[in-house]
């Protein structure tokens, strides 16, 4: 894109994205925004320069509008994306994108895993929700269908990337505890919290078996589209 004066990562995290938004478009004022603020002040000491505020995607305030809004892993964790989309692409200027990457691993052992043994231990009762509770992913035709509805062009594609992890599958574990695990071990007094992962981290070593060398080749499919207004 040319000539984008106004962009916006949202869901910024610690500013990773936010960083790379910028060094893309370095004429635009950026913007980044999430609703955690242990990350909004990562964000803010690594962007000393950028204005970051703490928000909520499903309610974002900010009318905008901007050339480009970006939302890297991000919306995954947001529900209802037959009204979010919508609401996003409002916000865009005439010719304004909307760029969206996000995790489509639902249906990959480290995730189907996490539900088994949340099914499968003495914290199943109190896990009996978790899974059910997590906002709905759809499909690539879902997305480039309710897209279609309000943008001029979709872009859509899907691609599976395969990460090196040394370590084993300890490794797998790390990956996915700031992200997928949370939910299921959140809620686990510690005790439990260690007996779920370690019985996880089983299951694991069978589904990933390590590499010559000891690390793991974990795949990890990802969900990409871009909207145009």
């Keep these: 894109m040319v000539g984008v004066r106004t962009a916006a990562d949202i869901g910024c995290g610690p500013g990773n994205s936010t960083e790379l938004l910028q060094s893309r ?24 320069g950028v204005r970051f505020e703490l928000d909520d ?18 919306l995954q964790w947001v529900p209802n994306h037959d009204s979010l989309l919508p609401a996003l692409l409002s916000k865009l200027t005439n010719g304004g994108s909307l760029a969206v990457q996000t995790p ?5 052992p480290a995730h189907l895993l996490m539900r088994e043994v ?9 896990l009996a929700g978790v ?22 062009t979709v872009d859509v594609w899907r691609t599976t990337y395969y990460h090196s992890l040394s370590g084993g599958p300890s490794a797998v574990v790390e990956w996915f505890k700031g992200t997928g ?48 207004r």
């Design 25 to 48: 478009f370095p004429e635009a004022v950026v913007t980044g925004m999430d609703s955690s603020a242990n990350m909004i002040e990562a964000a803010r000491k690594r962007l000393p």
């Design 57 to 74: 995607i499903s309610i974002w305030s900010d009318p905008g509008p901007f050339d480009v809004i970006l939302a890297n892993a991000a």
């Design 104 to 108: 489509d691993n639902l249906a990959e």
């Design 118 to 126: 949340a099914a499968d231990g003495p914290w199943s009762e109190k």
């Design 131 to 152: 899974s059910s509770g997590l906002p709905a992913r759809h499909s690539p035709e879902w997305y480039h269908s309710a897209l279609s509805k309000v943008a001029s």
């Design 181 to 228: 695990l949370r939910p299921f071990i959140d809620p686990l007094e510690e005790s439990e919290k260690e007996e779920f992962l370690a019985k996880y981290e089983d299951a694991i070593s069978v589904a990933y078996p390590s590499c010559p060398g000891g690390s793991v080749l974990l795949p990890f499919p990802r969900l990409f589209f871009v909207a145009t």
